[in-house]
């Protein structure tokens, strides 16, 4: 069974400060990995899509890895600020697409400190 | 307008009533999915809908029922809340070529309903 994992759970860092998340899968037949953002009371947005032939996805300041052998992501955050502040859930899609749901991991939420 | 939409957004209901959570998508997808997300817990799948004569159960599905009303319509039914279906729930769309082959883009989430069971 597919199992997504997050680390740290939580993480907090000073304005301006480039910083990396960490997403562990353990079945690497993956569709795609996706990097969503979860502001509270609010619902899920997606900010990258790694496709499984893909290693790497970048828009703006994120940047996303994938590395299917050693069953690892990461979203690397370039120049932290305030508002990045949010819980980011790392989603993996099987590539058995019987199921076709993401399975997600228990996000890790972060603090910008200005 | 938001693509995927739900409602009620928040819900305070008592033990043993019946709550339907509704979803409707202005997306066009094929796709229809209800999640569940628990305090410090990821997303967990309780039904999916790949058209709307294709139903089928996720790995929460005890206590749930669904309905796809039209290809734009999923709701969920709580049949006889308990306590423990308090949560924030989650309703999702994707989209799949004329194979049947699912697109590479990412799902779209609604705003979530806070649902609260006395």
């Known amino acids: 069974k597919q199992e997504v994992t997050q680390i740290p759970a939580a993480l907090s860092v000073p304005e301006g400060e480039n910083l990396v998340l960490n997403c562990s899968f353990t079945?690497?037949?993956?569709?795609?990995l996706q990097w969503f953002r979860q502001d509270p009371g609010k619902g899920l947005t997606s900010l990258l899509l790694i496709q499984s032939s893909q290693r790497e996805q970048t828009s703006g300041r994120l940047n996303a890895s994938l590395d299917k052998s050693s069953g690892r992501s990461t979203l690397y955050i370039a120049a932290s600020q305030p508002g990045d502040s949010a819980t980011y859930l790392c989603a993996v899609l099987p590539q058995n697409q019987a199921g076709t749901a993401l399975i997600f991991g228990k996000g890790t939420t972060l603090s910008v400190s200005s | 307008d938001a693509d995927v939409t739900q409602t009620p957004r928040n819900r305070i209901t008592k033990t043993g009533k019946r709550i339907m959570l509704e979803c409707s998508q202005t997306?066009?997808?094929?796709?229809m999915y209800w999640y569940r997300q628990d305090p410090g817990l990821g997303l967990q799948l309780i039904y999916y809908?790949?058209?709307?004569?294709?139903?089928n159960k996720g790995e929460i599905s005890d206590g749930y029922s669904v309905s796809r009303q039209a290809q734009a319509k999923f709701s969920l039914s709580l049949e006889s809340a308990i306590p423990n279906q308090t949560a924030l729930y989650f309703c999702?769309?994707?989209?799949?070529?004329?194979?049947?082959?699912?697109?590479?883009?990412?799902?779209?989430f609604g705003d979530g309903t806070r649902l609260s069971i006395l």
């Open positions: 809908s790949f058209d709307v004569k294709d139903i």
């Open positions: 079945d690497s037949a993956i569709y795609n």
């Open positions: 997306k066009g997808h094929d796709r």
């Open positions: 999702a769309t994707s989209d799949h070529d004329l194979t049947g082959r699912l697109r590479n883009q990412p799902q779209h």
